[in-house]
């Protein structure tokens, strides 16, 4: 993927702005649902480095599968500041040729007796069914001029984003 043009213009928020490909360099993640604690963490870590990053004038957007109600509710009570952005129905993960784990890890995660016991008190805790265990998360940078100069695939579901990494590497794609 890497070295060709992003395959789309821009990513619509659940509030805010736009994110325009082609303007400033970009770092987009993926992430799982929203439920679960690997979405979580991977936010929290780009939190950290969303104040340096537009100061150096590079954007940042999160993309998740969860559902734009829940991602509407999740942005305020948990102070996201970064873009988040809902694929619903897997378009953008598609686009951006993200795989799917063979391993079997996220149905594992998704089967924690927490889970399945919130799922049977009828708390509906833990991650959203809808969305499929097996979604993988990955990492972009794409540049000012709308190439993608890095892309990561994760490795598993617990994968993470490589906030250092990414950093150094969109503050190169300036």
Same mark, same amino acid.
């Given at each position: ?17 736009? *994110? ?5 360099? &970009? ?7 929203l ?6 963490? @991977?936010? @929290?870590? !780009? ?7 537009? @100061? ?7 993309? &998740?599968?969860t ?14 500041? /970064?873009?988040l ?10 686009l951006?040729? /993200? ?8 149905t ?11 799922w ?10 809808? *969305?499929?265990?097996?979604? !993988?998360?990955?990492?972009? *940078?794409?540049d ?8 990561? @695939?994760?490795?598993?579901a617990?994968?993470?984003?490589? *906030? ?11």
């Amino acid at each position: 993927m890497t070295g060709r043009p992003v395959p789309i213009s821009q990513l619509q928020p659940v509030s805010g702005l736009p *994110v325009v490909f082609g303007r400033r360099p &970009t770092v987009v993640v993926f992430v799982r649902d929203l439920h679960g604690t690997s979405a979580r963490v @991977a936010i @929290a870590r !780009l939190g950290k480095a969303r104040q340096a990053l537009d @100061a150096a004038g590079v954007d940042m957007a999160i993309v &998740t599968r969860t559902d734009l109600e829940y991602a509407r509710d999740y942005v305020p009570r948990h102070h996201v500041l /970064i873009p988040l952005m809902t694929d619903e129905d897997g378009r953008l993960r598609a686009l951006f040729e /993200i795989g799917r784990d063979k391993t079997g890890a996220g149905t594992l995660l998704a089967l924690r007796p927490a889970t399945v016991r919130a799922w049977a008190d009828g708390l509906n805790l833990g991650r959203d069914l809808v *969305v499929p265990n097996g979604d !993988l998360g990955g990492e972009f *940078v794409i540049d000012a001029q709308g190439t993608i100069v890095y892309a990561r @695939a994760f490795a598993g579901a617990l994968d993470l984003p490589d *906030v250092a990494g990414l950093s150094e590497r969109a503050l190169s794609a300036r």
